[in-house]
């Protein structure tokens, strides 16, 4: 089991960029697959993006509307057992808590959930 902490959100403006943090406890965290959702006020929890626990894989929705893919990146340093989503071009839209969670491995679903950081894109 991994425990995870989201950090980084806050105000910008539209243009702008943003990076979020997801910090994880436990040694064994290069082994998780770790993704990034969001949940816009009213709306329902969307995927944005994922990565395998060793980096090398990534993946993004695969009906996206060019709202994440191309502006966003995520990225890990298991060194430092974090992961990261690189925002840039922001949107109001992209206005949401965002969340980080953990799945065993690349095919299993995601069950360790943080409890998320409020992003707030102001046009």
């Known amino acids: 089991q991994v425990q995870l902490v989201e950090s980084g959100g806050g105000l910008v403006q539209a243009g702008g960029s943003m990076t979020l943090s997801c910090a994880a406890s436990?040694?064994?965290?290069?082994?998780?697959?770790v993704g990034w959702f969001r949940q816009a006020p009213g709306k329902e929890r969307e995927f944005v993006a994922a990565?395998?626990?060793?980096?090398?894989?990534?993946?993004?929705?695969?009906r996206d509307a060019g709202s994440v893919r191309g502006h966003f990146t995520i990225s890990r340093d298991n060194a430092k057992n974090t992961v990261y989503l690189q925002m840039n071009s922001l949107k109001p839209e992209d206005t949401a808590v965002y969340y980080c969670?953990?799945?065993?491995?690349?095919?299993?679903?995601?069950?360790?959930w943080g409890q998320g950081t409020q992003v707030t894109v102001s046009s």
């Open positions: 969670a953990a799945a065993v491995n690349w095919d299993s679903p995601f069950t360790n």
């Open positions: 436990g040694r064994t965290f290069s082994r998780y697959a």
């Open positions: 990565i395998s626990g060793n980096g090398l894989t990534t993946r993004f929705p695969t």
